[in-house]
């Protein structure tokens, strides 16, 4: 929950042994291939890994989609056939990665967190994506739809991403996995208003703990944010023949929104953080609501007490003539109650003037 | 509010499609043109996008602002005829974007934001700009006065704006936008300082919530001036022959500015931070006061009716001689006024000197 | 208050129009000028700015001292005579400026700002500086002593500033105003000094107000002298004719000073944040001790209380023998003051314990 | 245990000078050897330091590891044979070093911190490694099993590390030590979950205790954590032949485990100071409870049993027929309690009203 | 105390006037002189300055040690004698300067502070240092024995310090004056640790007293620590013939105890600042419990003294028979008691219940 997934590696292991995770993932492993030029598109669900061998070389661009990541020989032989460095595979499937674009000597490697908005709260899940000169591997850890805008477009004959290549493709899918962050950041916008609402009300505990809550994934949110950034800003501004200078222009517009998401999460915590202090002063302030009616409800009724103890004393009248002569008197109780009166009107005079009535 | 708006493309749209925002916006869309030379003035309301082709090619400059978004065929038609690329005409609709200015090949493209404090408190509309070697295009979401005072100054002939070219009038613009923070930032200055003189006196609910709102509205302010700072210092320095070196001085100048906000924010920032503190500790010392006027009252009269309730005891004095001798006494009555005159005013000594009186 | 003057232009002015400022300044415009060499020393007060003529293109250094704001025509004068850029006069009189350092083609334009602690409390006061290869021009807004210290080196003979050029008296004058801050800083020091001792003694909301009062002067000074540093850094650095390398020694020195006052500053800062923490416990710390009091005092004589109530009460000895037969033993009087003694200390002992007496 | 311990050497002595610690290590020293390459392997706890001689010069990696600092000859011995700085050795010996990574001449010296979560809490060790062309030696206070799983790894007779060079142990023995700080970081993590969910039920003293003490242990990981990150940077990017590019790939990977590292510390610092505001609003929600609890009780009775004390009172109802008529009512002792049965009716409705109950 | 000590130069001084420090120092002024090679060694004070002048050109290294400020001539004498700047002269006697290190033409001039921990708490003194090729001038405020252990090792024959020249010599002096740094931070970690225990026993005023005055003198030590590293990191990486490459490997390793220091400054603030919070909440915590207890003891006592002011009321049984009958019952007493014991049982176990007992 605080973001230390377990590493699914045990200590002792050799840097770059394969090692399927422990805790999550399908049972099954599916792997789909998109294969598409501007005039061609073919979309299969492969069986048998062999099955990609055909796609190697071609003139097409092709898309291949790894949903789980138990299948551990299904990674070796991609490492194999697609010369990827095992350092590389073992961040697959090693789901606590921060994410981080490497280039090795003819692919990219980018891991990326998927966010959701789940019914149990923020989720995550890693998508980790290997770009090629014509070929994109995308692995998932579990079945998602992050990607079907994505397969969409390159249904539709004569979308822009026909007639593109992979690095194309590339920006297509981090640019989808970004745009997943604003209907997270809504939701957390709408629930900060919420509580802000609620915060003068009724300042109670389930209060306290749901902005904790929120500071807590907040964090974490940014957490994973922050090296998006840098992902992104990386792929942009480096050399390399992988991608091309059209899709640079897409990929500045995605870091643009990158940056977006940094300032909306900046300015979320500031706001967080300033209504932690106004829950205090706000819980403060009912107390002091609290006191006030004590005090001016004891400050009132103590003093009428004492004076009706004073006479219910039992000193004699008949005893001595300076014994509370008063018990005697024609009018006594009358003055008594006028005595009364007068003090508590006077008290609540004295109140009113303090604001405290 | 938060600065969340929804962004309006729908998930699945390819980059650089161009969809009317769903939100705001008049309903039809206005175009003006202001053409200009040192000798020579054409203000225009045009009412077919064709007209516009004209303006192209001239040697004066030309101004478009086009106000409303919603016409989409208009800036497919801009898109075509002045070469803006897709991607910056999404972005002109997408009205939730950040400050920024990106070089294209032979424009360079603006966005800002004007801000504005209405009477349902601060206000922002995205402006976008372009600028060509000869002219500048700008989009209102909504009809606004924040270009008038450029408008009046081409109107009079000799103004230096008039001698000048694009890029000037571009700095023109930018400089009227940054301008409208000022006002801005003086109501939010005036709203701490009225807050600060209530602070000490009545520090109520309404208070803090005052404090909380303009620390938010600060925040936004705060994400939004920030870029402006990068997108002036950027058009001041890049190497670019679309701006002179004359008007870098004037840029350098509104540079200047944005800094000045920054500041200006960044010390409203820290007062409004510093008033929530003194908020609680005020709540606090008025607890204190509340606290004594309580201890006081309660423990001079608690004793006191102690000692009353004493003698309203009903031993028999008749039972035994040691049963409650004062009641016979001749000067009882007297003497227990005695002793409740002293304790009350050792009482009193003993609070002022504790200076709780 | 809040450093957010009133910007002196109207809106819709062309950037370079000089306007007077509206608030404040002399009635008259006073113009000094002291025209110096190793060997010879001219101090005039000049009444037609026609006088001001003679001085250039002497071997001499010329200090131009104009006091006051009032006289626009003065202003462009000046710029037409010694080739001043308006955007430099306009900053002149737009008094809200923020300290810079700007260079033009044949002069230095130096915007600082002279510090005061007046009897209102902090005043500012912008002084704007030209420096050209045989004069310098001060611009002050009300007259002032600020200068004094240099003019006194001037007149006596054999200082090492009647053998320099003028970047040694620009550099003389940026250090005396410099060396303001000093005498300011100081009496903070000294405020937040005795503010620490009352603190604990007795924290009462002047306490409170002083604090922030305090930390908003701190926030303005600190505004203010940031920006200085980049001055005095920018004029030791640049690559300029203007600035001999002797003097650069001098400019080093003075910018250290510049960081001394920005170490200082944030020192100050932090000690005021950490005030008004330690004020918050302290009122805390002073409830503490008024609930003790009210909490000892009630929970002795409360229970105290509930038993001579107990004797108080008008069950019938006579009705019945369970009723009340304490009230007819020889010792039950005597008794009851036992048992109030021996609860009494008990409590009194418990709340010793409790270190609460 | 805040980080300063005591620097072995005396104030006096010249740089240099090799001292064994005072506090900890074990009494004796032990030596052991690794020495392999591919095809070859031997294992060897050496007895004398002059064992060591024969292990220089050969084609195989040796490893030398080196537990406990008490024979300061033995360091000597290694200065000179191994043409070690005596500045290095120095700070091999005193162990409250910061981590570092220096290059001398012909060797590279880096000082890491193991650590430890232990029964008494958080435990660092300094370890200190010499790499070499040939050779790794590895200097640790006391034995420990740090390195076990990099010494299984050199046995298994096929791993990649066996057919490597000096550079590669050393990368293994740095990433074994830099994954001990996640099971550490997963326990302060669990802690912290376990004191979040005891915040809201019973915000005792010994709950704001561990937080401050996470707080403190947090601060000293962080102090050990941040400069790892600049010696694996430093060993990654700095040009010199003892570490080959193929080791840097590794390098990277151990880099993102320390920047992952610091992301985590982060959080949990974060989490940590947002812990203790709830903790605070916590106490004062508390508090508010139980002042409400005493308002009503007494605000309810303190009324009621002034009026039963009015009618304790002993006016003489003989002695005039304004004295206390109720007392002779038929009905006034009903009277008297469907009085209160209403008045303390009203109060409860009163404070239900406002919640309070 | 503030580190805002008196400028000694009036305003209006020149730069590069010389005058005594008004306010500490010794009354004379005293030169030691220990000048050395490999198998030389002169120590001498000196008492005419002219003695100095047979130092100058000597192959031996010549370390002159002033102590005292107050004669102005031999000041003047040292700057003609060794070519020393006025201005840096200036700041020997003003000793208030930054720490910092400037190279001048034919010598450096190295500013640095003394701390030591007095019986009236932290005590500073500034040091100068000038390092020329063959010679090391220091200046102290007052004698003191900083130097010691540098003069012990030049004394010993056979040292390290005795083959070498003037510039590790200045190291030796640096490093002994950061060297003292350790056991002031090692007092106030002790400090730091008597406070954390004593802060949930008993969080009075004394110990927010110390908190804040530990959390002032680290404020000052920090800015007192930080230019030294620069100062430090200067003079190891700085082209300059004087400081010979064998000696930046020393300068090295000082600079690692400038950023260890820093380090632990840092962890002591945050340190600071987080208990100043702890006890906050420790002044609450205890406030709740005094709270718990009052109201205990309240609501426990005032309903069962209102039942007892109940049957102390004098409605008479004789008057009516609906008049307080419960007064002839024969077990009303005993009655009354049960009902007291029943209500005041039930309070106990609610509080309990509740935690609060």
Chains 1, 2, 3, 4, 5 share one sequence.
Request: hydrophobic letters at 45%; charged letters at 25%.
């Amino acid at each position: 929950m605080l973001g230390l997934k377990k590493r699914a590696s045990r200590p002792g292991t050799a840097p770059g042994t394969l090692q399927a995770p422990a805790r999550r993932g399908t049972e099954g492993v599916s792997i789909e291939v998109i294969d598409y030029s501007a005039g061609h598109l073919e979309e299969k669900t492969v069986a048998a890994v062999d099955e990609l061998r055909g796609y190697r070389g071609k003139s097409s661009v092709t898309w291949i989609n790894v949903v789980g990541l138990h299948d551990v020989d299904l990674f070796y032989w991609l490492g194999e056939h697609f010369g990827i460095h095992s350092l590389a595979l073992e961040d697959v499937l090693n789901v606590g990665q921060r994410p981080k674009q490497e280039d090795y000597a003819n692919h990219d490697f980018i891991v990326m967190k998927q966010v959701d908005m789940g019914s149990a709260g923020l989720a995550t899940e890693q998508i980790s994506m290997f770009l090629g000169s014509d070929y994109v591997i995308t692995v998932q850890e579990i079945p998602g739809d992050a990607f079907d805008p994505v397969r969409e477009r390159i249904r539709r004959g004569r979308a822009r991403i026909r007639g593109a290549g992979a690095d194309y493709l590339a920006y297509a899918l981090v640019d989808a996995l970004i745009d997943r962050f604003f209907p997270v950041l809504e939701r957390y916008g709408e629930h900060i208003e919420e509580i802000e609402e609620a915060l003068l009300d009724n300042p109670g505990s389930e209060l306290l703990n749901e902005i904790h809550a929120i500071k807590k994934d907040l964090l974490v949110l940014r957490r994973i944010a922050w090296p998006h950034r840098e992902v992104i800003g990386g792929l942009e501004r480096r050399e390399t023949p992988l991608i091309h200078a059209e899709t640079r222009v897409f990929l500045r517009d995605c870091y643009d929104h990158c940056v977006q998401i940094m300032d909306i999460l900046e300015t979320y915590r500031d706001l967080t953080g300033s209504m932690l202090d106004v829950y205090l002063s706000s819980v403060s302030l009912r107390m002091n609501e609290v006191m006030k009616v004590l005090t001016v409800m004891a400050s009132i009724f103590i003093p009428l007490t004492f004076i009706a103890g004073v006479y219910g004393m039992n000193f004699d009248p008949k005893a001595s003539r300076w014994n509370m002569p008063e018990l005697d008197w024609a009018y006594g109780y009358p003055a008594f109650w006028a005595v009364i009166v007068v003090l508590g009107a006077a008290m609540i005079w004295f109140f009113r003037r303090k604001d405290w009535l």
